[in-house]
């Protein structure tokens, strides 16, 4: 615990109001047992010379957060020193922030390690294996007039497959809605931040859907055409996430993950493509903005963990919890 604080501490002198989001934005919320999902049950562990009883864990753990923002170079972690580089060394990206009465809208998006969330979990039976970057890894900005155009996305097998039929492909993803349509299972979270990949002529093959619950996911730009502002960052965030694994090669995606949104207010954790309508009753919406809240998005990806460990982890994962929260709830 002491060493937790003591990091936290740091993060949050650097910044006497809001400082940057952080594993305390979470933890501090009440919908963090219901994103974390910990459960635990006793099972047998294989020894020599001879088995012992063991508890197998689960629970998931907040890896990234993907901001969407209105214009280049925005972000909610300039404060963090390895943002502020990137964005000193990065030119104006393209498109920039606007939105029209057609329903069009134009973001940028970053992806980026929960920070402190390494520090958060290593105390829990599967530990955290989430080492701080402290930096993006994955920019729209890297993307030069692939974010603007899509033309790195327009040989995607799928994309040539649906391009004729956007109508027909917006209900195929209506269908698949309820739970989510996600496949997961690329990206090998290397410990890489972002750099330069507009010079890239053709993405490689995606094994993502096309047709989601949110809209159309190919060509992957920074403009999305949507019924509202909030489904659209959604759309954005998605694209970003899938780049970041298939592309920059340094973000995982699993196949058992949760969404989150933190801002403009935190709400309960749901599954990427679910429904919109019903992400409306999860708190996925625009409220929180009367409380003064900026114009931009903020999500966190759950991913879960499994593993088997000896009894006493039983024990030592509760008191953890609770250290943890004591923490993050001192450093507020």
């Keep these: 615990m002491f060493r937790l604080a003591f990091v936290l501490t740091l993060a949050t002198a650097s910044s006497p109001s809001l400082g940057f989001p952080?594993?305390?934005?979470?933890?501090?919320?009440d919908k963090f047992r219901d994103a974390l999902d910990y459960s635990y049950s006793y099972t047998t562990c294989e020894g020599f010379p001879f088995s012992r009883p063991c508890a197998r864990f689960s629970y998931y753990l907040p890896k990234y957060f993907i901001e969407v923002v209105s214009n280049p170079k925005e972000t909610y972690f300039r404060e963090l020193p390895g943002v502020?580089?990137?964005?000193?060394?990065?030119?104006?990206?393209?498109?920039?922030?606007t939105d029209d009465d057609m329903g069009s809208y134009s973001y940028q998006a970053h992806a980026i390690r929960v920070p402190f969330a390494s520090w958060a979990f290593e105390g829990m039976p599967c530990s955290g294996e989430l080492p701080d970057l402290f930096c993006f890894s994955a920019m729209s900005e890297h993307l030069g007039l692939n974010w603007k155009t899509g033309a790195a996305d327009l040989s995607q097998l799928k994309f040539l497959a649906w391009s004729q039929s956007?109508?027909?492909?917006?209900?195929?993803?209506?269908?698949?809605?309820?739970?989510?349509?996600?496949?997961?299972?690329?990206?090998?979270?290397v410990k890489s931040c972002s750099f330069n990949l507009q010079w890239i002529p053709k993405y490689p093959p995606s094994l993502q859907p096309i047709c989601t619950?949110?809209?159309?996911?190919?060509?992957?730009?920074?403009?999305?055409?949507?019924?509202?502002?909030?489904?659209?960052?959604?759309?954005?965030?998605?694209?970003?996430?899938?780049?970041?694994?298939?592309?920059?090669?340094?973000?995982?995606?699993?196949?058992?993950?949760?969404?989150q949104m933190v801002f403009p207010q935190m709400s309960s954790p749901f599954r990427e493509g679910q429904n919109v309508a019903f992400l409306r009753t999860k708190g996925v919406t625009e409220?929180?903005?009367l409380s003064g809240n900026i114009k931009n998005y903020l999500y966190a990806i759950w991913q879960k963990t499994t593993c088997k460990r000896d009894i006493p982890h039983i024990w030592e994962a509760k008191l953890w919890l609770g250290e943890i929260a004591t923490a993050c709830r001192v450093l507020q």
Excluded at 84 to 97: D, E, H, V
Excluded at 238 to 246: F, H, M, N, P, V
Excluded at 251 to 257: K, T, W
């Design 84 to 97: 502020a580089m990137q964005l000193n060394f990065t030119a104006g990206g393209l498109p920039t922030g």
């Design 22 to 29: 952080n594993v305390c934005d979470l933890i501090r919320s």
């Design 287 to 289: 409220v929180g903005r």
């Design 166 to 189: 956007p109508k027909a492909c917006l209900l195929a993803g209506a269908a698949t809605s309820t739970s989510g349509s996600w496949s997961g299972g690329l990206g090998q979270d």
């Design 213 to 259: 619950g949110w809209g159309v996911h190919f060509p992957r730009t920074g403009t999305v055409t949507s019924s509202d502002t909030t489904t659209g960052s959604l759309v954005i965030a998605s694209r970003i996430k899938s780049l970041g694994a298939e592309v920059f090669q340094n973000i995982s995606i699993s196949p058992d993950e949760k969404w």
